[in-house]
Structure formats: C-alpha cells, structure tokens
C-alpha cells in the first residue's frame, strides 16, 4: 500500500516533461484535424478521442503509478492549458495559431467548395446545418460561418419584402425641455 504514494523528485519532473510533450503533441494533432470535428463530435470522433486518451496515458506516467505521479500529470496538464489560455488572450497572434480563424462556408447563397473540402465539411453536411437554423435553401443563406469552436453561425439573406424595420426612435425630452409647454 505504500508503494502507491511513493514518487521522487527525478519521477515527478519526468512525468511532468513526457505530459508537456504529450500535451502539445495531441493539441498539434488534434488543430490539424480542424474546427468541425472538434465542435461537435460525431461517434467516431468521440471514440478517437476515447482510444488517444487511453494511448498516451504510458507515454505521460510511464510505469509510474502512484497517486502522486497521476496527479503530477494533471497539474502539468491543467497549468499547461491555463499558461496557454492566458496567452492566448493576451495575444491575438497566439490566439489564431492555437484556435485558428472562422471559415465562410457559403457566401450570398453560394457554397465555397474549397473552404468545405479545407474543413471537412461535405455539401449533405452543410445543408443539414442550413436547415437546423431554419433555412429550407442554401440560396436563402447570406453567409454560413465555420466559427472557431466548431459551430456554425447562419446569417439569412435580407429580403426587402420580408426585412424587419425597426420603430422610428422617439425624442427623448429633456429635463429643461420637459419644463416647456408641449407644441401644438
């Protein structure tokens, strides 16, 4: 029963340095993939996700498995990710290369082919997404947007019949103005 708490120094800063690498090796690989298979995870994303993290649990503990050395990998990861939290908003340069930029899928009604190929994203797929904002056509769509988090922000093309206008605004009097007899 001891053994389980038994962790070194040299343990613990190697543990550390083999999460490190794992950390920006999976986070490497995972940016490559894109945006759309993050945002939401269909099955077989969900079961990469299962298998990788069971893969690189040696590779981070390696024999070690004390209670000490899985919390040592823990915090190395969970510091890892407030560092580069914190870099990234501080730091829009930082912030695009770790969560990269929005894709326009369809502009005025029109599919962008290459920007759906460059995420994954097949024409079946983008329609689907069209009608679950309500939209029966991808010609009634003005833009679609592949956000940075993976979802996808549907703008409708403005039909002048159909446009909303807003109410003209009112004067607001003022205190002074208030004082004033109304005009006639």
Known sequence: ??????????????????????????????????????????????????????????????????VPGGLVAAFTLIALSLFLNLLASRSDKVAH?????????????????????????????????VREHGYAELADVRQA?????????VIARSDPAKEHRLPPLRRHRTKAAAMLPPRR
Do not use: C, W
């Open 1 to 66: 029963m001891e053994h389980i708490f038994d962790l070194t120094t040299a343990q613990a800063l190697g543990i550390s340095l083999r999460s490190g690498i794992v950390y920006f090796a999976m986070l490497v690989l995972l940016r490559s993939i894109g945006k759309r298979h993050i945002g939401q995870l269909s099955i077989v994303d969900f079961v990469l996700v299962l298998l990788i993290s069971n893969a690189v649990q040696n590779a981070m503990v390696g024999d070690n498995t004390t």
């Open 97 to 129: 290369l770790l969560e990269g930029e929005p894709t326009l899928l369809i502009r005025d009604g029109q599919v962008l082919p290459q920007h759906l190929a460059r995420e994954g994203i097949n024409l079946l797929e983008l329609q689907a997404i």
């Open 145 to 153: 947007i592949l956000e940075i988090d993976g979802s996808v922000s």
